[in-house]
C-alpha cells in the first residue's frame, strides 16, 4: 500500500512539473539563434530600425527609447513584437525613462519580424532568448 501511494506522490510530482514546463515554454526559447540568421537580422535592423534606435541599440532621447538592456524588451517581449508589427504610441518605461512617442508599422513579415527580434534579443549585451515563427504569428492586434 505504501509504494503505491509513493508511485501516488511520485506521478503528482511530475504532472505538475510537467504543467508548469509547458507554461513557461512559451517566450522565450532558449535556443542559440544561428550565425547566419543573426546576420539576416542585423540587415533588416539597419535597413528598418537604425534611424531611430540607433546603431548600437542605444535610442535617442527623448523620443527613442533604447533597445540594448532594455528591461521593457526584457520583460515584455510579446508586447514589444506587437508594438512593431502593429505600430505603437502608447506611455511605455525603458530603463526607469518614460517614452510616449510615435513608432510606426513596420510592414515587416512574420519571418522578418523573428530575425530582426531574435538579433535585437542577442545583440549589445542582450541575451533575452528567442522567438520561432509560430510565436510571431500568434501576436495578434489588441482591441
Ligand atoms: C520611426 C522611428 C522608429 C522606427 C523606424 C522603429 N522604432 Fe521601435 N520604437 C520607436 C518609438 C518611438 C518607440 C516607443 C513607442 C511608444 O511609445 O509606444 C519604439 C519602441 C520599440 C520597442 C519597445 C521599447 C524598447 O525600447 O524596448 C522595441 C522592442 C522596438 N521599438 C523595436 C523596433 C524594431 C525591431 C524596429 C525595426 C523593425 C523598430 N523598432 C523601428 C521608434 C521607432
Known amino acids: 500500500m505504501t509504494k503505491f501511494k509513493l508511485i501516488f506522490i511520485i506521478l503528482s510530482v ?3 512539473f510537467s504543467c508548469t514546463n509547458t507554461e ?3 517566450i522565450p526559447n532558449k535556443k542559440v539563434v544561428p550565425k547566419l540568421e543573426m546576420e539576416q537580422g542585423g540587415q533588416i ?4 530600425c537604425m534611424n531611430c534606435h540607433k546603431r ?3 535610442g ?3 523620443t527613442y527609447p533604447p533597445l540594448a538592456k532594455s528591461d521593457f524588451l526584457k520583460n515584455n517581449i510579446e508586447d514589444a513584437v506587437r508594438m512593431v508589427k502593429f505600430g505603437s504610441s502608447q506611455k511605455i518605461k525603458v530603463n526607469g525613462v ?3 512617442s510615435y513608432m510606426p508599422e513596420s510592414g515587416l513579415s512574420d519571418e522578418d519580424l523573428r530575425l530582426v527580434f531574435n538579433y535585437i ?3 549589445w549585451g542582450n541575451e533575452y532568448g528567442n522567438l ?3 510565436t510571431i504569428k500568434a501576436i495578434k492586434k489588441k482591441r
Open 14 to 16: 511530475f504532472s505538475v
Open 24 to 26: 513557461k515554454k512559451s
Open 45 to 48: 535592423f539597419r535597413a528598418k
Open 56 to 58: 548600437n541599440g542605444e
Open 60 to 62: 535617442l532621447d527623448p
Open 98 to 100: 518614460t517614452y510616449q
Open 121 to 123: 534579443l542577442n545583440s
Open 132 to 134: 520561432d515563427l509560430e
